[in-house]
């Protein structure tokens, strides 16, 4: 297993080193991480919906077994059963915890899923300022390309836009 992780971890620093010194690329990888951050957190969203819909239909099966079972306890009781109105409202207690217990779980549901309703927000705001700043960088490269006089074919415009580029993506590292 050494050389295995030996060799990923090989990997993965030239990654690094590759996407460093190809700050465009880097920022392609870092919105394609944050677009998959969002379908993810959108993705947990939708099954937070679904478990509290699911939740509420229990909450409103128990709430309908205990009204029947209520009305049995009256009926029990106007037919001088006691044996049997003590079970009912045995019964109902039973039901009653068992509501309690459905509207706990779903309070707890409804906070997770406004927890992952602002992380959905803070990440479709990151992943904006990542597109903006993307279309910004676009529209200065093609402006620059149009405008370069051709005396200066040497890359030093270029690596100080890759290194502006970086001050901004750590900027915007930093923010997350």
Same mark, same amino acid.
């Given at each position: 297993?050494?050389?295995?992780?030996?060799?990923? #971890?090989?990997?993965?620093?030239?990654?690094?080193?590759?996407?460093?010194? !190809?700050?465009?690329?880097?920022?392609?990888?870092?919105?394609? !991480?944050?677009?998959?951050?969002?379908?993810?957190? #959108?993705?947990?969203?939708?099954?937070?919906?679904?478990?509290?819909?699911?939740? #509420?239909?229990?909450?409103?099966?128990?709430?309908?077994?205990?009204?029947?079972?209520?009305?049995? %306890?009256?009926?029990?009781?106007?037919? !001088?059963?006691?044996?049997?109105?003590?079970?009912?409202?045995?019964?109902?207690?039973?039901?009653?915890?068992?509501? !309690?217990?459905?509207?706990?779980?779903?309070?707890?549901?409804?906070?997770? #899923?406004?927890?992952?309703?602002?992380?959905?927000?803070? %990440?479709?705001?990151?992943?904006?300022?990542?597109? &903006?700043?993307?279309?910004?960088?676009?529209?200065?490269? +093609?402006?620059?390309?149009?405008?370069?006089? +051709?005396?200066?074919?040497?890359?030093?415009?270029?690596?100080?836009?890759?290194?502006?580029?970086?001050?901004?993506?750590?900027?915007?590292?930093?923010? &997350?």
């Amino acid at each position: 297993m050494g050389v295995w992780e030996d060799f990923s #971890q090989f990997l993965e620093s030239r990654l690094e080193e590759f996407l460093d010194s !190809n700050p465009r690329l880097k920022l392609l990888v870092l919105l394609e !991480n944050v677009r998959q951050q969002e379908e993810e957190a #959108q993705q947990q969203l939708q099954k937070l919906q679904a478990d509290i819909n699911r939740i #509420q239909e229990e909450i409103v099966g128990v709430a309908r077994d205990m009204q029947k079972w209520q009305g049995r %306890i009256d009926q029990a009781k106007a037919g !001088n059963r006691d044996d049997l109105a003590q079970a009912a409202k045995a019964r109902t207690d039973e039901l009653l915890r068992r509501g !309690n217990e459905l509207w706990g779980q779903m309070s707890v549901l409804k906070e997770q #899923q406004q927890q992952q309703a602002g992380l959905l927000a803070r %990440i479709a705001e990151k992943r904006h300022e990542l597109e &903006t700043h993307m279309a910004a960088q676009q529209k200065e490269e +093609s402006t620059y390309s149009k405008a370069r006089p +051709s005396r200066f074919d040497d890359d030093l415009e270029k690596r100080f836009q890759d290194w502006e580029l970086e001050q901004e993506l750590d900027r915007l590292k930093r923010r &997350t």
